[in-house]
């Protein structure tokens, strides 16, 4: 597996890719290549961000609603919640782009979202207003507490997307001590690609490989109130009838 770390990928109003978006397309389809785009947020504006929603998320309820347009920002706990096909344990915020913005999510999620247009040949317009052709577009904080936050190994559809891209919103080291991201190659190898990422950095793969969160600092005392534990944001564009139950197709498996 070859990580491919790109060092300087921000600019202003685009991220620049160091190859033409298909032939990163190819590497990620080959599963020989992770891209990992360094420092492309400035840390502290994603902190500040972190922050806000955080108080945002401790001085609202939670919720569940039915995911369809015109649905409601909300976040919500999953503690191995029975119905879920992938364990986990995570406070998660939703959100979705007929919404008006909560706070200031949009000015990291638009770049990567037109990064993954761009990457897999999708029509810029597609998903603008939030659904297309069955699919909707929706936006996800997922917050891994210290004292065991974790999500289960899987496998991400790959038929439309291509490839997952994260937003790294924290830090090992400094946010928490133990466990993150990994992602097990072709050959069977698990790769702990938390080492490799910071706060800011993006990195980008091919979510046909299994890979999963491991549990973050696993002694520590669990308290869903507290800020620190592992942070990062990304966007799906997702089968609406996944949403509604139908897990036939185009959803995330466990494996
Ligand atoms: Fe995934």
Redesign the pocket.
């Known amino acids: 597996m070859i990580i491919e770390k790109i060092e300087s990928a921000s600019s202003l109003s685009k991220i620049l890719l160091p190859e033409e978006p298909k032939r990163v397309l190819e590497k990620l389809t080959e599963k020989k290549s992770i891209f990992i785009l360094k420092s492309l947020f400035p840390k502290e504006e994603l902190l500040k961000f972190r922050r806000s929603l955080h108080q945002w998320g401790q001085s609202t309820d939670q919720n569940n609603p039915e995911v369809k347009f015109g649905a409601a920002n909300f976040h919500r706990y999953d503690d191995d919640p029975p119905k879920a096909a992938i364990k986990r344990r995570m406070h998660m915020y939703n959100f979705f782009p007929w919404n008006d913005p909560l706070l200031e999510e949009r000015k990291f999620l638009q770049p990567i979202i037109q990064l993954q247009k761009e990457i897999t040949g999708l029509n810029p317009d597609f998903c603008s207003t939030g659904v297309s052709d069955g699919y909707v577009c929706a936006s996800r904080v997922s917050h891994y507490p210290r004292g065991g936050g974790y999500y289960g190994r899987?496998v991400?559809p790959v038929e439309l997307e291509k490839c997952?891209i994260i937003i790294m919103m924290s830090t090992r080291g400094k946010d928490f001590q133990t466990g993150g991201l990994y992602i097990d190659s072709l050959t069977g190898e698990r790769i702990d690609i938390e080492g490799e990422l910071e706060c800011g950095d993006v990195i980008v793969f091919n979510?046909a490989m299994a890979?999963g969160v491991a549990p973050i600092d696993p002694d520590a005392t669990l308290d869903w109130s507290a800020e620190s534990g592992r942070w990062m944001m990304f966007t799906t564009f997702s089968a609406l009838s996944t949403y509604q139950g139908n897990f036939s197709s185009g959803a995330?498996k466990p494996i």
Do not use: K, N, P, Y
């Open positions: 899987h991400d997952s979510q890979h995330a």
